[in-house]
């Protein structure tokens, strides 16, 4: 029971690690299932859950309140596209941020984590204008 377990642990955190997937839970589940018929999407709840608190995976949750996992543990942000809902790791670092929020509240920063919204260039491309205006009738 327990070397099951963590197999099934193993599996989900293997699936969660596809570099620059950042998938949902719900995408780990059916990556664990073709592997694993038994699987249930509780059981990939519980062991995400348990990875994050360990450090092993970090949860991002979108804007739109879409959680993903990512196993790249390097400090990155994120950039989500509105039109394809796609998400992008973005390596840029914004300068001065620590010493402007001290010097204006006095906040001591230890890290930051930005998550950037907008059309992603494959949709930019495409039909990028129709869909977000899609989107915001919506
Ligand atoms: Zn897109
Ligand atoms: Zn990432």
Same mark, same amino acid.
């Given at each position: 029971m327990r #070397?099951? +377990?963590? !197999?099934q642990r193993e599996e989900i955190r293997k699936a969660a690690s596809v570099i620059g997937v950042h998938p949902t839970a719900e995408e780990i589940y059916s990556l664990v299932k073709e592997e694993n018929s038994t699987a249930s999407l509780s059981t990939v709840y519980r062991n995400l859950h348990e990875l994050v608190k360990e450090g092993e995976l970090k949860e991002l949750i979108l804007p739109n309140g &879409? =959680? #993903?996992y990512d196993a790249d543990d390097s400090e990155h942000n994120h950039a989500v596209c509105n039109c394809c809902g796609k998400i992008f790791d973005v390596d840029i670092v914004i300068e001065g941020l620590e010493q402007k929020i001290k010097e204006l509240q006095g906040f001591q920063m230890n890290g +930051?984590? &930005?998550i950037v919204e907008g059309i992603c260039q494959n949709c930019g491309r495409k039909e990028g204008a !129709?869909? &977000? =205006? !899609?989107i915001i009738r919506n």
């Amino acid at each position: 029971m327990r #070397r099951n +377990y963590s !197999k099934q642990r193993e599996e989900i955190r293997k699936a969660a690690s596809v570099i620059g997937v950042h998938p949902t839970a719900e995408e780990i589940y059916s990556l664990v299932k073709e592997e694993n018929s038994t699987a249930s999407l509780s059981t990939v709840y519980r062991n995400l859950h348990e990875l994050v608190k360990e450090g092993e995976l970090k949860e991002l949750i979108l804007p739109n309140g &879409v =959680k #993903r996992y990512d196993a790249d543990d390097s400090e990155h942000n994120h950039a989500v596209c509105n039109c394809c809902g796609k998400i992008f790791d973005v390596d840029i670092v914004i300068e001065g941020l620590e010493q402007k929020i001290k010097e204006l509240q006095g906040f001591q920063m230890n890290g +930051y984590h &930005v998550i950037v919204e907008g059309i992603c260039q494959n949709c930019g491309r495409k039909e990028g204008a !129709k869909n &977000v =205006k !899609k989107i915001i009738r919506n």
